[in-house]
């Protein structure tokens, strides 16, 4: 069940499965954290036709799914989530889960439309709102929510410090963050970027050090709880993961020019073909849980 009070008044407009609602602000824009040195690197959805192969160049296998909430579940106790946060959602994979393995309401909220657009086409629940906001402005009341999960989010965060500000604000006291990310330390365990080195550079320059998101988060009043990283199955084999990078759903590879990514392509095409076993994809992604003092 939904309570209307847990959205500010002034944002309220039917956040149903049909109705999303709009933000006078979309895309994510350029800034420098100068502690951490992460260049958070402009990139707007709604510019671009990704959300149409967004979903099906990172769909990850049902045991990768599982995994990633087993791991989670270690830390966050399923009986004690009513409301939960997928910030930056996308096309909602994570969201639709997140709701029914932990029997919770779900806000899913996203700067872009289209992406949007895409996640109310296949999602279905009662317990599930897709909103349309930056994650600097959050539509929830003090104190609202038990989780707030980012996936693939945190290196797009123009305005770290004001974020973190709302986090604290609409956690409940001992409330759950959860960041899914890849950083500085895991990125070289994707297999792509060894094909494309603009790619490669525009992450290095983006993602963060393990120490850089503990420090930050550590001094802004979080406790971190655990950090853990998963070695995720993405693909069944190399003609699989080949198919699923060439779909362009990355926004690495959105970003860099034509050329680069036809050049690129044609490597690691010749890898993924050659190669005599052809076996599974694994990559490692970081996990670290907060709790909000």
Aim: with cysteine; charged share 25%; aromatic share 12%.
């Amino acid at each position: 069940m939904w309570t209307k009070n847990l959205i500010h008044d002034e944002c309220y407009e039917s956040y149903g499965l049909s109705n999303i609602a709009t933000s006078v602000f979309d895309g994510r824009h350029s800034s420098l954290n100068a502690k951490y040195g992460e260049k958070v690197m402009e990139f707007k959805y709604d510019g671009t036709d990704i959300h149409t192969r967004y979903g099906k160049s990172r769909r990850l296998p049902e045991e990768t799914m599982t995994l990633w909430f087993e791991t989670i579940s270690k830390y966050v106790p399923r009986d004690s989530m009513n409301t939960i946060i997928d910030l930056g959602c996308g096309t909602g994979r994570f969201t639709k889960l997140f709701s029914d393995y932990f029997e919770a309401s779900v806000y899913g909220i996203d700067p872009s439309r289209k992406m949007l657009t895409m996640a109310t086409q296949t999602i279905s629940s009662p317990l599930i709102r897709f909103v349309q906001r930056l994650a600097e402005n959050i539509p929830l009341r003090d104190g609202a929510a038990d989780l707030v999960f980012l996936s693939m989010v945190y290196h797009h965060i123009q305005d770290k410090s004001k974020v973190i500000c709302e986090f604290k604000r609409v956690l409940k006291a001992d409330g759950f963050l959860c960041i899914r990310t890849s950083t500085i330390e895991s990125m070289d365990s994707c297999l792509y970027l060894r094909f494309f080195p603009k790619a490669r550079q525009i992450d290095f320059a983006r993602l963060p050090l393990r120490r850089g998101i503990t420090d930050f988060l550590e001094g802004n009043g979080f406790e971190l709880k655990a950090h853990t990283i998963v070695h995720q199955l993405f693909a069944e084999n190399l003609h699989e993961y080949f198919e699923k990078i060439s779909l362009r759903g990355l926004s690495d590879l959105a970003a860099i020019t034509d050329d680069e990514f036809h050049e690129g392509l044609i490597g690691l095409k010749k890898y993924c073909y050659e190669q005599e076993t052809g076996g599974a994809v694994f990559e490692d992604i970081d996990l670290f849980i907060f709790r909000s003092a």
